[in-house]
């Protein structure tokens, strides 16, 4: 009998132990146990059809871009939105009499329960039109500069460890606290122009925040409703919105419209090339660290997973894709076709190497496998498909690094894209 209870004891246990082994995620961060995985192609149309052409690519291009629409961000709602752009403030010497500095509101005319989306711009003076680096930011306008005449944005933030804010509110002590993730004296004396705004100013970035944001008004029949499969998620609207910074950028005669680079770091990073997929206006896509489901390939088991995204951001994506969540090799796509999208535009993909849970290989791997898309156009793209030592930027139309230190933007970064911006964009 004592035997008998024994034994059951230690099956019982045991079933415990291997439920708890069959749910626990495990996260891979070895090379050897990534395994073999078969990328779609993206030269390969719906009907099995090789693309060989432009014109072939154009329409493919059309079906990649309905792929991630339905499958991964969700779509993006077609319909026009009246704006209007309100400049509140303008400084003509900012930085030290470098720059001019200014604050324009874009106000959603047809919904004035909105907050507007509020866009800050240094100008480099004396210049006649600039290109510019347009990137939202994730603290409010006050957070990238220490220049005291920015308003402390009122909008929903989130709470941190520290008192930067508290009770979702930014307090002063935020004032400037990403400065050096933007180094705007070096992008204006190198005769660039900046444009920012907060990015919950769209949409506040937790799971409800929708409520509060531009897709409590726009989509489908439900704004908002995240079960509709393809209904677009946070990213969507984010990427939605830095299109209509653009709409106002074209407006303005101090910038060169035809030249506005999308540039993100991280989220913000996934929703900048979705924005540059999605608006060819973009003339250039900065990706900086944009990880999983955005430059790295979702195929290649290393780092964050489609199932661990999906399941810390239900918010981000559309529904469906949670449905990959286990079976990610039926995902009709993976990110080196929206990457592909970019094509023929420049694209600067970069990693950094205390970031494995962004899968710098993988980023890599998405930015090499976009080469034939580019040879379509007669353009290298990267030119290599051997993952480079840390800070050894490579590539031509297509860039990439990896450098060494945490997941953020450094200057080593800014070196790179203005260097990128300089030889591609201008
Ligand atoms: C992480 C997330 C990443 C990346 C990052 C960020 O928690 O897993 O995909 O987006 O946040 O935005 O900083």
């Known amino acids: 009998m004592a035997r008998f209870l024994f034994c059951l004891a230690v099956a019982l246990l045991t079933v415990q132990f291997t439920n708890g082994q069959a749910t626990e995620p495990v996260y891979n961060y070895d090379e050897t146990k990534v395994g073999t995985y078969i990328l779609p192609n993206a030269l390969i149309n719906s009907k099995g059809k090789a693309v060989k052409t432009r014109a072939e690519w154009a329409s493919r291009r059309t079906?990649?871009?309905?792929?991630?629409?339905?499958?991964?961000?969700?779509?993006?709602?077609?319909?026009?939105?009246?704006?209007?752009?309100?400049?509140?403030?303008?400084?003509?010497?900012?930085?030290?009499?470098l720059a001019i500095r200014k604050l324009i509101s874009i106000i959603f005319v047809d919904y004035p329960q909105l907050p507007p989306l509020d866009v800050l711009l240094y100008l480099p003076?004396?210049?006649?039109?600039?290109?510019?680096?347009?990137?939202?930011?994730?603290?409010?306008?006050?957070?990238?500069?220490?220049?005291?005449?920015?308003?402390?944005?009122?909008?929903?933030?989130?709470?941190?460890?520290?008192?930067?804010?508290?009770?979702?509110?930014?307090?002063?002590?935020?004032?400037?606290?990403?400065?050096?993730?933007?180094?705007?004296?070096?992008?204006?004396k190198r005769g660039y122009a900046l444009a920012t705004a907060y990015y919950g100013d769209l949409e506040p970035d937790h799971p409800t925040g929708w409520r509060m944001g531009i897709r409590s008004v726009l989509g489908a029949s439900t704004p908002g409703d995240s079960t509709k499969a393809d209904n677009w998620g946070a990213i969507g609207a984010w990427a939605w919105g830095m299109s209509r910074i653009l709409d106002y950028l074209q407006t303005d005669p101090a910038i060169d419209a035809k030249r506005v680079i999308s540039f993100g770091h991280s989220r913000i990073g996934k929703a900048a090339i979705w924005a540059g997929v999605q608006d060819d206006r973009?003339?250039?896509?900065?990706?900086?660290?944009?990880?999983?489901?955005?430059?790295?390939?979702?195929?290649?088991?290393?780092?964050?997973?489609?199932?661990?995204?999906?399941?810390?951001?239900?918010?981000?994506?559309?529904?469906?894709?949670?449905?990959?969540?286990?079976?990610?090799?039926?995902?009709?796509?993976?990110?080196?076709?929206?990457?592909?999208?970019?094509?023929?535009?420049p694209l600067y993909v970069a990693s950094a190497d205390g970031d494995q849970w962004s899968d710098p290989k993988g980023e890599f791997l998405g930015a090499a496998y976009t080469e034939p898309v580019y040879a379509l156009y007669g353009k290298v793209g990267l030119g290599t498909m051997t993952f480079p030592a840390v800070n050894q930027p490579i590539g031509q139309t297509v860039r990439y690094h990896d450098r060494t230190g945490k997941h953020d933007v450094m200057d080593y970064d800014w070196e790179q894209y203005l260097r990128f911006a300089d030889e591609l964009v201008r």
């Open 63 to 97: 079906e990649l871009r309905q792929l991630f629409a339905e499958n991964v961000y969700g779509k993006t709602p077609k319909q026009a939105v009246r704006l209007r752009f309100q400049t509140t403030s303008v400084d003509s010497s900012a930085l030290n009499g």
């Open 125 to 188: 003076k004396g210049q006649r039109t600039v290109p510019v680096f347009l990137g939202l930011n994730f603290c409010g306008n006050h957070c990238v500069t220490t220049e005291a005449a920015i308003p402390l944005s009122t909008r929903w933030m989130v709470n941190g460890n520290d008192d930067t804010s508290l009770n979702n509110k930014a307090t002063e002590k935020a004032r400037g606290m990403q400065a050096r993730r933007w180094p705007i004296t070096t992008i204006i």
């Open 282 to 345: 973009f003339a250039a896509v900065i990706a900086n660290e944009s990880g999983e489901s955005g430059a790295a390939l979702s195929r290649r088991w290393y780092g964050e997973t489609v199932e661990r995204i999906n399941t810390s951001f239900p918010h981000w994506f559309c529904a469906r894709y949670k449905t990959y969540n286990k079976r990610v090799a039926d995902l009709p796509v993976d990110q080196h076709e929206l990457l592909a999208l970019i094509a023929p535009r």
